[in-house]
């Protein structure tokens, strides 16, 4: 972590040291967001949960050169996943007792900042790429039961939700992704595809260490 707000602050002072412009760029794009679970001597609990969703947001590319810049944002992450298991299985690291049909909604609010680095191949055409981490906080994530279910000691009637981020919640909202991404760009049109995965334990007990990564494709518009 040390290493990564050092390289951060160096980057910024390198900034401040030449003439930089900035663009304003908007997108979205599709997500697939993959979560595995263990238990802390490495475990499998359960199955790979997949959950597809979209982001939309923003971003301001500054170049410090004709190359290389960074790129600070804000975009909005929102995942969803629908279960109906009449047999049971697992939810959070925990086993259902009942019907495992649900629904889930994720919301997370997303900081990237990338370094970036572009070439032109064209009259109106340019390869980019871009890394870096990104800070997320999760706002919402909450799944509605569409039968009746008992997690651990808790049960939980048709149409009960279950609040992921809350005090009983199995999950911290706070996470830190680290990844990347390339993309062509075509006049004031760019096409892009991504990889991030997380850096921190996202489970709130100590008998479990769960982890993500995700791909996304998207389309973003220069100003």
């Known amino acids: 972590m040390k290493k990564l707000i050092a390289s951060l602050f160096a980057a910024s002072l390198m900034l401040l040291g030449t003439q930089a412009y900035a663009q304003l760029v908007v997108g ?77 909604t994720e919301v997370a609010l997303n900081l990237p900042v990338n370094l970036t680095f572009k070439m032109p191949v064209g009259d109106n055409a340019e390869l980019f790429a871009f890394a870096g981490p990104t800070f997320q906080y999760g706002v919402m994530a909450r799944s509605t039961f569409n039968a009746a279910a008992s997690i651990g000691p808790i049960h939980y009637s048709k149409g009960d939700s279950y609040n992921h981020y809350g005090d009983k919640g199995d999950t911290k909202p706070f996470n830190i992704l680290l990844g990347g991404g390339v993309g062509i760009q075509v006049g004031d049109i760019q096409f892009l595809v991504g990889y991030d995965h997380t850096l921190l334990n996202s489970e709130k007990s100590s008998n479990l260490v769960s982890g993500r990564h995700q791909i996304k494709a998207g389309i973003n518009f220069e100003f």
Do not use: C, W
């Not at 979205?28 to 595995?36: F, M």
């Not at 238990?39 to 949960?49: E, F, I, L, R």
């Not at 992450?77 to 259902?96: E, K, P, V, W």
């Open 28 to 104: 979205a794009g599709y997500l697939h967001n993959i979560e595995n679970t263990k238990t802390t001597d490495g475990k499998a609990v359960g199955d790979a949960v997949h959950l597809n969703g979209f982001y939309l947001g923003g971003s301001y590319n500054i170049q410090f050169s004709n190359y290389f810049g960074v790129a600070p944002g804000f975009y909005i992450d929102m995942l969803f996943q629908s279960r109906n298991n009449a047999d049971g299985g697992t939810f959070g690291g925990i086993q259902i007792a009942g019907s495992a049909s649900y629904n889930y």
